[in-house]
C-alpha cells in the first residue's frame, strides 16, 4: 500500500512525472508534450500539446467493453418516470443531440447556455457540447431571468438549451417565460433555442428562433458525429459563481486537465470501479453535478443516477430506495440533506437493503459532529467529509481512501489532497503558520493542479486581483476560508474569512458558534451570523430550528431554551462568543441545491435589503426571519 504523505509530496516536488502517470487514466489521440507551463504565473497550462477529448473519455472508449451497461439513470419522483440509459444508448443520445446543436450553428469553440431541469437531456447536452468542441455553461434551472439574462450576457451563447419547465415539491416551474425575458433584458440574442418540452407547462414558440428537441431529434435520429480532438488546455465549460462583488465570475475549466484530475479522482478518492453505481445527489447547475453526476462516474465506467425531487417525496426513504434498486456503490450528498433527514422517521433507513454502499460522501458546507455522527451510526459506512470549490473542480481537502485508508475524523474534511500545495496564511503579515492548531486563511500555492479554473472567462485581470492578490506580499491563492490544521495534517474550516464576526477586536469563525449549538440534542440545524452592533462593531446572531418544537410554543418557554444555550456557548467557547440572540424559526432560508443563505439572513438581521433571492427554496422562512426581528 502506498503512504499517503509520501504521494502527496511526489505530487508537489515531483509534479511534472507525478501528472505524466495521472494521464495515463485518459485516452489521449496526441501524448502531451509538456506536462505543466508554469512560465506565467499565476496561470498554468496542463498537459500542452496534447488533444484528447471529454465525450470520447466519458463514453465512446467504454462501447467496447461494457455497451450494454447502465451508464445514465434518470429518475423523476416530480414526474414519476425512470429511465436507464445504457453506453451504447447514451453514445446515441448525445450523438443526436451534438446534430442538433450543429443544425443551428454551433461550432467548435462557440458557447452554448443550458437552463435544464434535472432530465437526462441536459447529460445529453452536456456531453454533446464537448463531444463536438463547444463550450457550455449551465445555469441552474432555479435561477431567476434577470440572474439567467446576467449569464447569456457574458458567455454569449450561439444556442440555449432548455425545457417547458421543471418541477419541485410537486410544484411545476415554468423556463420558458424566464427565459424569453431574460434574452429581452440580455444584450446577447442567442441564434437558436432548443426546447425539450416536457408537457408541464405552455411553452409558446418563438418562430425562427425556438425549435423543438422532439421533432429536431426525430430528423438526426441516426446521426453518427466524431468527437472533435481538441487540445487539452481548450476551455470545456464555463460556470458562474457569485462572489461577494461584482457580477458574476465565469469560472473557465480546461478539457485535459479537468479529465485527469476527475478520472485520477475517481480512484484515488473514490476507489471506483467500472460497473459500479454512483449517486450523487447534487444538480448539474453547480460544480458538483459537473464532476460527479457527470464527467466524474463517466469517466470511471461506471452508472451514474440523475435524480429529479426532493429526499422526503414521496417519503423520506426514497433516496434509500434507489439505493436498494440500482445497488448504489458510492454516494455524494450535501450536510444540509442529512439534517433533512435527521428529523424524519429513522425506520426509513432501516426499510431497504443499502448493503451495496461502501460509503458517503459530503460536500457544500461544513459538516458539523452531530449530523456526522448520525448519519454515521445510520449508515454504517464510511462518512467521508471533502471540502473544495466552484474555481477547483474537484476536492482541495478530503481523505484519498484509494491510496492509503485513513479514519475520518468527524468535523475535519481530512487532509490535503494531491496536486494541492496547501497552506495556512496569516493574512496581516503573508507568512505561513506550520504550527499545528494554528489559525490562517486557508491558501494554494501555485500552480493550481490540473481541473481548476484557468482564469475568470474574458477577465484574467479579475482572476489574478480576486484570487491571487488579497494575501499581502505573496502571489498564492486564496480560498477566503479560514481553517486550522492538527497535529497530524487534518484540516478544520472556520468559516468564510467574509463571515468571520468581529466582537470588540476578537475574531471569531461562525463555524466554531455553530458546532458549540448544534451540539445541543434538540437542535437540528443552526444559522450564525455577525451582526452590526454599536458598542461591539459585530455581535453574534443565531437562528436555529428546534428537533422538537412542541416545547416551545410561549415567549418563557422560548427564552428558557435560549437561555440554556448561550450557557453552553458561553462555558465551551467564553463571554465573547456568546450570541446576542438565539432566534428558534421553521426554516432556515437556502437555495434549492439546500445552501444556506448567510448573507441574507444577515442583511435581514441589519436591516438591509437582502438582494437576489431567486434561488431560494422557501421564502415563508425569510418571512419568519424578518417578524421575528420586528
Not at 423543438?212 to 487540445?231: F, G, K, T, Y
Not at 502571489?475 to 467574509?498: E, K, P
Request: glycine share 8%.
Amino acid at each position: 500500500m502506498v503512504n499517503f504523505s509520501e504521494f502527496h509530496r511526489r505530487s508537489i516536488e515531483d509534479r511534472d512525472a507525478f501528472w505524466s502517470e495521472q494521464a495515463q487514466f485518459i485516452d489521449w489521440k496526441t501524448a502531451p508534450q509538456q506536462i505543466c507551463d508554469y512560465s506565467n504565473p499565476p496561470f498554468a497550462r496542463w498537459f500542452v500539446g496534447g488533444t484528447t477529448n471529454l465525450c470520447h473519455n466519458a463514453i465512446d472508449r467504454h462501447l467496447s467493453e461494457r455497451a450494454e451497461q447502465n451508464a445514465l439513470i434518470a429518475i423523476s419522483t416530480e414526474t414519476n418516470t425512470e429511465r436507464a440509459y445504457s453506453y451504447s444508448e447514451l453514445h446515441k443520445e448525445v450523438q443526436r443531440m451534438a446534430a442538433c446543436l450543429q443544425a443551428l450553428g454551433v461550432n467548435k469553440g462557440d458557447r452554448v447556455l443550458i437552463y435544464m431541469p434535472m432530465i437526462a437531456e441536459a447529460a445529453f447536452a452536456m456531453l454533446a457540447c464537448v463531444r463536438i468542441g463547444a463550450i457550455h455553461s449551465v445555469v441552474f434551472g432555479g435561477f431567476a431571468s434577470s440572474s439567467l439574462a446576467s449569464r447569456i450576457e457574458d458567455a454569449e451563447p450561439t444556442v440555449i438549451v432548455s425545457a417547458d419547465a421543471g418541477s419541485r415539491g410537486g410544484k411545476v416551474v415554468a423556463y420558458k417565460p424566464l427565459l424569453d425575458e431574460a434574452i429581452e433584458l440580455s444584450a446577447h440574442k442567442p441564434g437558436a433555442v432548443l426546447l425539450v418540452d416536457r408537457g408541464l407547462a405552455p411553452a409558446t414558440m418563438r418562430a425562427g428562433r425556438d425549435h423543438d428537441w422532439n421533432a429536431l431529434r426525430s430528423q438526426h435520429i441516426d446521426a453518427a458525429v466524431p468527437c472533435e480532438w481538441v487540445d487539452a488546455t481548450h476551455t470545456s465549460y464555463t460556470l458562474y459563481t457569485s462572489g461577494t462583488t461584482g457580477k458574476p465570475k465565469g469560472v473557465q475549466r480546461d478539457t485535459g486537465g479537468y479529465a485527469v484530475a476527475l478520472a485520477s479522482s475517481m480512484q484515488h478518492i473514490f476507489s471506483a470501479k467500472p460497473g459500479d453505481t454512483y449517486f450523487c445527489t447534487s444538480d448539474i447547475g453547480w460544480v458538483v453535478g459537473h464532476s460527479y453526476i457527470i464527467y466524474g462516474p463517466l469517466l470511471a465506467g461506471m452508472a451514474t443516477v440523475m435524480y429529479e425531487g426532493l429526499p422526503i417525496r414521496p417519503d423520506a426513504g426514497i433516496w434509500w430506495s434507489i439505493v436498494e434498486k440500482y445497488k448504489v456503490t458510492h454516494m455524494f450528498s450535501a450536510p444540509t440533506a442529512v439534517r433533512v433527514l435527521k428529523k424524519q422517521d429513522p425506520e426509513y433507513l432501516k426499510r431497504y437493503d443499502l448493503s451495496s454502499l461502501k460509503a458517503l460522501w459530503l460536500a457544500g458546507e461544513p459538516l458539523d459532529e452531530p449530523t456526522a455522527q448520525w448519519i454515521s451510526d445510520a449508515l454504517q459506512v464510511p462518512i467521508i467529509d471533502n471540502y473544495w470549490q466552484t474555481e477547483t473542480g474537484w476536492p482541495i481537502l478530503t481523505l484519498c481512501n484509494g491510496v492509503e485508508p485513513q479514519k475520518s475524523r468527524f468535523g475535519s474534511p481530512g487532509r490535503a489532497v494531491y496536486g494541492f500545495d496547501v497552506k495556512l496564511i496569516d493574512e496581516t503579515n503573508g507568512e505561513e503558520l506550520v504550527a499545528p492548531n494554528q489559525k490562517g486563511v486557508l491558501a494554494i500555492e501555485g500552480p493550481l493542479p490540473p481541473g481548476c479554473l484557468q482564469t475568470v472567462w474574458r477577465n484574467d485581470e479579475r482572476f489574478v486581483n480576486t484570487y491571487w492578490k488579497s494575501i499581502p506580499g505573496r502571489l498564492i491563492y486564496s480560498t477566503f476560508d479560514w481553517g486550522i490544521r492538527d497535529q497530524d495534517g487534518y484540516f478544520f474550516i472556520l468559516g468564510r474569512t467574509d463571515d468571520v464576526i468581529n466582537v470588540a477586536g476578537h475574531r471569531l469563525g461562525t463555524r466554531e458558534i455553530e458546532e458549540c449549538i448544534s451540539g445541543n440534542s434538540n437542535i437540528a440545524e443552526v444559522a450564525v451570523v455577525g451582526v452590526a452592533d454599536a458598542l461591539k462593531g459585530q455581535v453574534a446572531m443565531a437562528f436555529a430550528v428546534a428537533r422538537d418544537a412542541s416545547g416551545l410554543t410561549d415567549d418563557a418557554a422560548r427564552l428558557k431554551f435560549e437561555g440554556e444555550i448561550m450557557k453552553h456557548v458561553d462555558n465551551q467557547l467564553g463571554a465573547v462568543a456568546r450570541p446576542s440572540r438565539v432566534f428558534f424559526v421553521n426554516a432556515l432560508p437556502k437555495t434549492r441545491s439546500g445552501k444556506l443563505l448567510r448573507r441574507t439572513l444577515q442583511a435581514v438581521a441589519e436591516g438591509r435589503d437582502p438582494g437576489d433571492i431567486t434561488t431560494m427554496e422557501d421564502p415563508v422562512a425569510l418571512q419568519q426571519i424578518k417578524e421575528l426581528l420586528g
